[in-house]
């Protein structure tokens, strides 16, 4: 049984900071890519970033230059930092992990998210 697990969301005021971090728990043979997707109500979920084994990494338009994914593979766990977060960033932020478990086929696995809200 895989499972991954978020931590770090909260309220934080326009122009802060805040960082996420989600760790991967289980048997896990590898794991290829990591990242986070967010979702607000009526929306359909949307990539954010991601960071494949390798190194490349990935973002949305939206937060690229502000947003930063980083990622220890080691420890199956992926990070994301957020700077100069904007109202337009509040969602609920999911973990996302594109990995084989063992003895099981490759598949997509995902946290049970961490709100994060931008307000004054």
């Known amino acids: 049984q895989v499972q991954l697990v978020e931590s770090g969301g909260g309220l934080v005021q326009p122009g802060g900071s805040l960082k996420l971090s989600c760790a991967a728990a289980?048997?896990?043979?590898?794991?290829?890519?990591m990242g986070w997707l967010r979702q607000t109500p009526g929306r359909a979920r949307e990539l954010v970033a991601t960071?494949?084994?390798?190194?490349?990494?990935n973002y949305a338009d939206s937060v690229k230059g502000r947003f930063t994914i980083s990622s220890d593979y080691a420890k199956k766990s992926v990070y994301l930092q957020m700077n100069s977060v904007e109202p337009e960033d509040t969602a609920v932020y999911y973990c996302?992990?594109?990995?084989?478990?063992?003895?099981?086929?490759?598949?997509?696995?995902y946290g049970q998210g961490t709100q994060v809200t931008v307000s004054s």
């Open positions: 289980g048997s896990i043979y590898m794991i290829y890519t």
């Open positions: 996302y992990a594109d990995l084989r478990a063992t003895g099981t086929f490759r598949a997509d696995y």
């Open positions: 960071v494949t084994s390798g190194g490349a990494t």
